[in-house]
């Protein structure tokens, strides 16, 4: 036998350890491979896709172009069996057994977080109680896959998986709208009535989660001291109290809406799929000057105003995608309304602070702003000084209006105000949103509406900036406005949000909205109560603005004759219409006999005194406060304010005990200690009083309040 010097002396290769030697090694890489691409696909491209498909909404706010998404798209196909594959190879290096059991165990954890899927979707178990089994059947697949081969041969073929899935998406699902986009067949703009029909100036305002009854006070009309210029709109409107939206999720309202059709199909709210809408009816008489935020109605041959704002980028892209597989992948649930995370970008975050656009064009100071010395005492006395919080695509309506167009324009806006999620308080400062505070459950749902209520208060500075740019540029008589919101939200303890269970229990606060159409020329408001559903909106639009519609709608104008049923129709799934009793709900409404029951306030003489002038003793034990840092440097002309403390109290605090929130000595907010959750004994505060803060640190204490109100035990 020729040793090993003779063999290589002879020419032979010297083997590298762990390298393939022959074809056979490479091929059992390639089954290796394929295999954690058939997994990969099951783990991360199906659940990932699935989501995004039925979300094309998520694109369209985000405004990402066909590109983006292709590549998007690419690398969550690509990427992630490349990653768990290379570590694999370079183990080879270290020999071949080395190479089998890391790609036992990537199969393994694989097949363990497939099993966390599936568990979610089949058991009631969350958390470690779902990890536990998890482990047992995905340990327990991969050991079944290395000992029968025909198992391991099935799982090759689901390689195919991934091409599957993605062809779904690009041409079956709802975002393939988005991403295919093409131009629209529709029946053509809209033509005038007559020949000399005037063209008014129109503004259209949506509005997106504001239930009628937040504006309402106990006599049924508009709140006009916590809300003056929703008022002040109603004064000179017609008030269509009787409004309902057809839909509770905005990607069907907002197209019932525009195009006066009740939803039929899950379909992308985009051009190519509504065709026959608001901006191709009006297109042919008017110049059209759109700002939409997860809808993309209007054909770019119709609107070509550039916002200036541009999309959201890679990098948020990206997050927002990463973040949605880590709630695909966790073991617990994550929040159920993927429309929370919308947040309008404000002119700082699209880099227009600092720019005319965030100016104030009308020069009107907020009314009851005082300038003595002794300081402001309305409480939206820096609203026009944080023009930098404000809205990107509020900045670039208000600049539109201010400026009259010699052609007949329609002026869109759809803002995604108060929407979730609530981060401003009246005066126009922000805070941050934890996102991960419930908004269900006893207290968590009351603070939920006090949050929403301090944004619509921030909401109803806008709509008082918007009634002064047109009444600056001169247009406020002639044109045609209309202010409404797509759907409400319930606020109602058990069935917070929109869904069906919440139709059900609370119809007022999901269905009725608020709508005002002030008419060319109209000067006093009044109000009508006629059934009036949101596919009403384009018929009446139309029929204002002396456009005859070139298609057919479901929904009639409100000069037309009425409808004859008195109940509403409700879609939560296109094509499946609810009615909701019409007339009894109204009148519950409009009586003050809707609507979430408004809390006790607790200890409120406490609120605002001195905690040097009450007794304080020490508890001996300390409550863990979340946003403790936030407070060590705080700069209260930025217009960002640590106003949301919240954290875990010390199990000794009962369910219910008055929390005393202290900034800087004074006492802001007494709350509620909420019952104990998984996160323990928690409390949550929203102060509203941003005059307590000071520039640099400030402390933050809390009490529990005892002895009636007499004494503070310091937590």
Known sequence: MPDAAASAGDGAPTP?????????????????LVEIVALCGLVVVAPLLDVMGRSPDFFLFHDAATAEIVLLVAFYTIVPPLVCWVPGLLARLAGDRAR?????????????????????????LRGLALIVPA??????????????????????????????????????????AVVLATGPDSAGPGTAEAATADHPPVVVLILDELPLVSLLGPDGRIDADRYPHFAELAAGSTWYRNSTAVSGWTPYALPAMLTGRYPQESVAPHYSRHPDNLFTALGGAYQIRAQESITELCPPEVCVTDTGIGGSGWSVLFKETGTLLGQIMSPVDSQDDPTASFREPTRRDTGLAGSAAGADPVGVPEPGASPAASGPTDPKFRFHTLDDNQPARFAEFIDDLSVPDDAPTLHFLHLLMPHAPWTYLPSGVRYADPGDLPNEGAGWVDLARQRHLAQLGYTDGLIGRTLAALR??????????????????????????????????????????????????????RVDDQNWEHVDLL????????????????????????????????????????SVPGPD?????????????????????????SVGGLSVVDSGVRAEVATIEDFADVDPDS?????????????????????????????????????????????????????????????????????????????
């Open 539 to 578: 018929p009446t639009i139309a029929d204002h603005a002396g456009v005859r519609l070139p298609f057919p709608v479901d929904g009639r104008c409100a000069a037309c004759p009425p409808r004859d049923r008195v109940d509403k129709e409700f879609r939560d799934v296109p094509g499946e219409a609810v």
């Open 135 to 176: 482990v047992l059947v995905g340990g327990g697949v991969t050991w079944a896959l290395r000992r029968w081969s025909p198992l391991s041969q099935l799982l090759r073929l689901a390689a195919v998986g991934p091409v599957v899935f993605v062809a779904l998406f690009v041409f079956a699902s709802p975002a393939s």
């Open 472 to 525: 600056a540029s001169g247009q406020y008589d002639d044109a045609l406005l209309v202010v409404t919101a797509d759907h409400g939200v319930s606020f109602t303890l058990g069935e917070q949000g929109r869904g069906m269970g919440a139709v059900r229990a609370a119809p007022a606060e999901v269905l009725w909205v608020p709508t005002f159409v002030k008419e060319p020329g109209q000067r006093a408001g």
């Open 16 to 32: 590298v350890v762990g390298a393939p030697s022959a074809v056979g090694g490479w091929t059992a890489e390639l089954r290796r």
């Open 100 to 124: 089998e059991i890391t790609h036992l165990a990537t199969v393994a954890v694989l097949m363990i977080a497939l099993a966390v899927q599936i568990g979610k979707h089949l058991l009631p």
């Open 585 to 609: 709900t109204f009148a519950a409404l409009i009586d003050g006999r809707a609507g979430p029951p408004v809390p006790a306030a607790v200890h409120p003489e406490l609120v605002g005194r």
């Open 639 to 715: 217009g960002d304010l640590p106003l949301l403390p919240y954290g875990r109290l010390p199990a000794s605090v009962r369910t219910g005990a008055p929390i005393a929130v202290a900034v800087n000595g004074r006492i802001a907010a007494v709350v509620p200690a909420l019952a104990p959750d998984a996160s323990g004994r928690r409390f949550a505060a929203l102060i509203d009083d941003e005059s307590l803060f000071r520039p640099g640190s400030n402390d933050l204490e809390l009490f529990e309040v005892a002895a009636g109100g007499t004494e503070l035990r310091r937590l």
